[in-house]
């Protein structure tokens, strides 16, 4: 597996570094739109609803809607100040009995790894939550969002489950329950009856999804008959990222965490250190010593041939003023 975040257990003074990890895995078979006559991705493009216009991504905006339809387009400074709690440390809050928890808030699962100096404070942690049997209520910031979970332990390991927030629960109110029913003791008791036939420990390894297993027998199937196959298209990464998925929420899903991902990388990504410069100006230097042997080099040439126009000059004087005595002597 794969650490999905790091940060640290925080509880009173004590301080627990750790490791997150995805502790469940989707495993439901996805489908894409094609064209049923040459198997051809479905491509999405985003358009205006005014306008018409395609729009590229860099020029999308957040925007919230009231009840009363009124837009707000919200900038990115907007989002600058809120209050969001440090986001490397899961905070707990207070220790509450595990079965007051109701499994309802219950959102997605997290593993907790500790890191190898925090075994003993991640040991005594969960020691302390199997004795006392209580649940720690934690916020922890997942994806730029603050949430509430429950910490609680699942063989021998701490396990962190993201809730929902109270006000995301709807109530349950059918009117139809509070009708009078008369439930005799014989029927009671059979209902009962049947109860404890059924009744056994529970061994999640014993269940499969069967729609899965028979759905995948199928396209096995069909491949091995070359049934339905489409040729594959060559596409670059932009037409691969327009199918439309056929599960939306899943593919909004996606995409919102991958915008907030990028986003949180963005703003976690290190200063550009400044050791760069003393390399260049030590390159400078190198530059500049090897220059100077150059140019050393350069002036000793110049000299020399200076020197040897000089001694040339000389010589052509000195023929010039012999050639009158010579041809005295020859007269």
């Not at 209580?134 to 910490?151: C, E, G, H, N, Y």
């Not at 196959?229 to 996606?254: F, Q």
């Not at 200063?271 to 000793?300: D, F, L, Q």
Request: hydrophobic letters at 40%.
């Amino acid at each position: 597996m794969r650490a999905m975040w790091k940060g640290s257990v925080a509880f009173g003074l004590v301080n627990v570094p750790i490791k997150l990890y995805a502790a469940t895995e989707d495993h439901d078979v996805r489908f894409h739109q094609v064209h049923a006559a040459d198997g051809g991705r479905i491509k999405m493009q985003r358009t205006c609803s005014i306008d018409g216009e395609k729009v590229e991504y860099k020029d999308i905006a957040k925007a919230y809607e009231t009840e009363t339809g009124q837009v707000v387009v919200m900038e990115e400074s907007d989002f600058d100040g809120l209050p969001v709690p440090g986001v490397r440390e899961i905070e707990v809050l207070e220790f509450v009995p595990s079965e007051q928890v109701d499994p309802v808030l219950f959102d997605r699962s997290y593993y907790l790894e500790p890191e190898s100096r925090a075994v003993k404070p991640y040991v005594l942690l969960r020691e302390a939550l199997l004795q006392t049997e209580r649940t720690a209520i934690v916020r922890v910031v997942l994806r730029s969002k603050s949430q509430l979970a429950a910490l609680r332990v699942r063989d021998g390991v701490l396990v962190l489950q993201t809730m929902l927030w109270p006000d995301e629960v709807r109530a349950a109110d059918f009117d139809v329950l509070e009708t009078d029913v008369d439930v005799k003791p014989q029927e009671l008791a059979m209902a009962a009856s049947l109860v404890d036939n059924l009744s056994m420990d529970f061994e999640p390894d014993k269940y499969h999804d069967d729609y899965r297993e028979a759905l995948l027998a199928v396209i096995e199937s069909k491949l091995a008959g070359g049934q339905g196959i489409a040729p594959v298209a060559a596409s670059d990464s932009d037409d691969a990222d327009d199918g439309i998925v056929v599960d939306l929420m899943a593919a909004l899903r996606e995409s919102v965490e991958r915008s907030k991902a990028e986003r949180a990388a963005g703003e976690e990504r290190p200063a550009v250190a400044e050791a760069p410069k003393p390399a260049a100006k030590k390159a400078a230097t190198k530059t500049t010593a090897a220059k100077k042997p150059a140019a050393k080099k350069t002036a000793a040439k110049s000299t020399a041939k200076k020197t040897t126009a000089k001694s040339a000059a000389a010589k052509d004087a000195t023929a010039k003023d012999a050639e009158p005595a010579r041809r005295r002597r020859s007269a």
